[in-house]
């Protein structure tokens, strides 16, 4: 069975093949017995290694949340290194500068992209690391060329002779010898053998027996339980601190306060024990719903705007319009809701500092100890564990700082959880939006003309001000730019709005918010141009992969029949290098309760590695976009949430699930695209355009109805 294990080997003579952040390839070999090796381990870049034992290790960069990189980054190494996939472990990579994204540059796993920036570079790894095991027998058997020899499951095979030697037995020779340049990729001729498999992830049986470590899980010689306790309102700081509860710590970490107890339980009713005077920004106290609301209404008024997009004439083009519809979407503040809450374990000393974390950044983790300890990069290790969810928000520091600065006050390793409460009252939300769309139909029911304004805080600005360019948030664009409608004119501008209500990125982030936009006005046009919804559509789009998943979802759906009380809506995008087509299928159980009852989809993702973690995470994808776009909102009254568990910010439950049907249409050649978010943005509009279809009433603002309690039933 395929296992996940530590990426070191005790006892065992190893081959290391890696790729380097710029996409060269290194291997060394070591014997742990001996103090001496051909090329020292810690000098390299390692992604493979192969024991003696026959065994062999590859290593995933990504940070295993449950999209299945753990599985699929190693599967893609497996291809050109030709090995048995049942009997290859995996393991999470160190955290070091050698597992830097080669197109990010980080180690930040977000955004869809560890398989679209890893895929070439993986197979160039796996058959470098395959052409020198080859040349290895070739020594071996005293052979003037290769010529004749295979690699097979693990095997070099000199077909003349039926001679065979094992990875195990080349792995020294092999490690001596120069590293190919361009190594023959051999999927690109014969196609893929492991690659669109549906291989065993080894991540799943640990999670069904329990024997996964999240965070959460951690346990460390020595350590103390702490809970945080932040300042109740946005931008608040700690004025003073009452007396701690018996045997507990109490930590000042300038706007939180950390507390210790024997257990995490202990240490949050400890929390709930401490008294904390909290001073407070000049009208942090006045920030609500209702400010925001107002604040976002001015700009779409008359508020500054960046350009994001200009194509045409927009003025003329509208000019020509025999029909204008104006149409104006609201979209709330979202939490990520993971179901593991924030966590971290950290062990600071004078001279190193250790963090275990459930985390999306583990080279942001090597910054932020450095500048909290003062202590280089060399005596930090961040351990990456898995992650019950993650989906943007473990991509921030503020958990692992905290973490960090307890365990270098108290002078002790500090495993410290947020509570439920804690976890939803200080998220980084998912921005609102305001967005208004004005078109421009002919008479023939073409576009001639759109015009979209979006008000929306920024992620960026937040994050990366470096990159916001002229007040312009090219994230929060996203799904609002560069179109699959043919259109003459269009234009698309960015208010952005400012407030202290932290935001972050979110599964989907920008495309979540304009995917929603786009597709319900390009609905609302359709039935005004009097076409229906799926004619339409394919009359305005050119590009053959955006118009192969709309009718496939169509045809999968069996869009154009009727069934008596349902009714179907149906949206297409593109995005993080993919296509996707949803058609929501919604019932009337009553004559005020609805039900989506079936969703099919259809995904272009260029080449597949594991088609069985693309279904799931589509799946995955559906089920967040559905609670999302049904009943999630997170309100403010008071510069603080409204919200602070699951009571009322309700998920989806198995009885409101509705059947769901995945396609992935075949592009194996086709440029690689992503998965992970790809599932979210086009939920929302076609259930939306399905409840006008059944209803004839038009949803502009999200969420669409009153969130069931999450108390029972």
Excluded at 595 to 610: E, F, H, L, S
Aim: charged share 10%; net charge neutral; glycine share 10%.
């Amino acid at each position: 069975m395929n296992k996940i294990s530590s990426p070191a080997l005790a006892r065992r003579t190893f081959l290391t093949a890696s790729v380097a952040a710029g996409g060269g390839l290194m291997i060394g070999f070591s014997n742990t017995k001996s103090a001496k090796a051909a090329v020292p381990t810690a000098t390299v870049n390692a992604w493979v290694i192969i024991g003696t034992d026959e065994s062999i290790q590859i290593l995933s960069s990504g940070a295993e949340m449950g999209q299945g990189v753990l599985s699929s980054m190693p599967q893609i190494i497996a291809e050109e290194l030709m090995v048995d996939w049942t009997k290859v472990t995996t393991a999470a990579s160190p955290s070091s500068p050698q597992y830097l994204n080669p197109v990010t540059h980080s180690r930040v796993t977000g955004g869809s992209n560890n398989i679209r920036s890893w895929f070439a570079p993986l197979l160039t790894a796996g058959a470098a690391a395959r052409e020198m095991l080859v040349s290895a027998a070739a020594q071996q058997w005293a052979l003037p060329s290769v010529t004749g020899l295979q690699a097979v499951n693990g095997t070099v095979v000199n077909t003349a002779t039926n001679q065979v030697l094992t990875y195990g037995q080349l792995a020294a020779a092999a490690a001596l010898l120069p590293v190919p340049t361009s190594p023959a990729i051999l999927s690109a001729t014969n196609g893929y053998h492991l690659i669109g498999q549906p291989v065993q992830r080894p991540d799943i049986p640990l999670k069904v027996d329990g024997s996964a470590v999240f965070g959460i899980d951690v346990r460390i010689p020595g350590m103390v339980y702490a809970a945080i306790k932040n300042a109740p309102i946005y931008g608040g700081t700690v004025a003073s601190v009452g007396a701690a509860p018996a045997g507990a710590q109490v930590v000042n970490l300038g706007n939180a306060v950390a507390v210790t107890g024997s257990t995490t339980w202990g240490a949050f009713q400890n929390a709930g024990k401490v008294s904390v005077q909290w001073k407070y920004p000049a009208g942090a106290s006045t920030v609500s719903s209702a400010t925001v609301a107002a604040q976002a209404a001015t700009l779409m008024a008359n508020g500054p705007a960046a350009v994001g997009e200009k194509i045409g004439d927009l003025a003329s083009s509208m000019a020509t319009a025999t029909q204008t519809l104006t149409m104006t979407y609201s979209l709330p503040y979202l939490a990520h809701a993971c179901m593991e809450v924030l966590n971290a374990t950290a062990n600071v000393t004078p001279t190193s500092c250790e963090v275990w974390a459930p985390t999306q950044g583990s080279d942001l983790n090597v910054y932020t100890a450095m500048a909290l300890t003062g202590l280089t990069a060399d005596k930090i290790t961040i351990h990456q564990t898995f992650l019950g969810g993650g989906l943007g928000r473990k991509f921030e520091q503020d958990f692992v700082a905290q973490a960090i600065l307890a365990s270098k006050a108290l002078g002790k390793p500090v495993h410290l959880t947020w509570s439920r409460e804690e976890d939803f009252g200080h998220d980084m939300y998912r921005p609102m939006a305001l967005s208004k769309v004005t078109a421009g139909l002919d008479a023939s029911g073409n576009i001639v003309g759109w015009n979209n304004r979006l008000v929306a805080p920024s992620v960026l600005e937040t994050h990366f001000p470096q990159y916001v360019v002229n007040g312009l948030d090219t994230g929060a664009i996203e799904g609002a730019t560069d179109l699959i409608y043919a259109m003459p004119a269009r234009l698309v501008d960015y208010a952005m709005l400012n407030s202290t209500i932290p935001v972050g990125f979110w599964r989907s982030v920008g495309d979540s918010v304009n995917v929603f936009v786009v597709e319900s006005a390009i609905d609302e046009l359709a039935y005004a141009a009097g076409k229906d919804p799926l004619a339409f559509r394919q009359g305005l789009i050119t590009d053959p992969r955006a118009l192969g998943v709309l009718n496939a979802a169509a045809a999968l759906a069996g869009w154009g029949t009727s069934i008596t009380g349902h009714a179907r809506g149906i949206a297409v995008y593109k995005g993080f290098g993919s296509y996707v087509a949803q058609v929501v299928e919604l019932a009337a159980l009553t004559a005020t309760t609805y039900k989506a009852v079936r969703i099919c989809c259809a995904i272009d993702c260029g080449p597949v590695v594991n088609p069985d973690t693309v279904v799931a995470q589509i799946q995955s994808g559906i089920v967040h976009g559905l609670t999302a776009a049904q009943w999630a909102q997170v309100t403010f009254t008071g510069g603080k949430s409204n919200v602070h568990n699951f009571n009322n910010y309700a998920m989806i439950r198995m009885k409101d699930m509705p059947h769901i049907d995945v396609q992935i249409i075949s592009n194996p050649t086709g440029p690689v695209g992503g998965v992970g978010e790809t599932g979210v943005p086009a939920v929302a509009p076609a259930l939306a355009n399905a409840y006008f279809a059944l209803t004839g009433t038009r949803v502009r603002t999200l969420p669409m109805f009153t969130a069931p309690s999450m108390g029972g039933g």
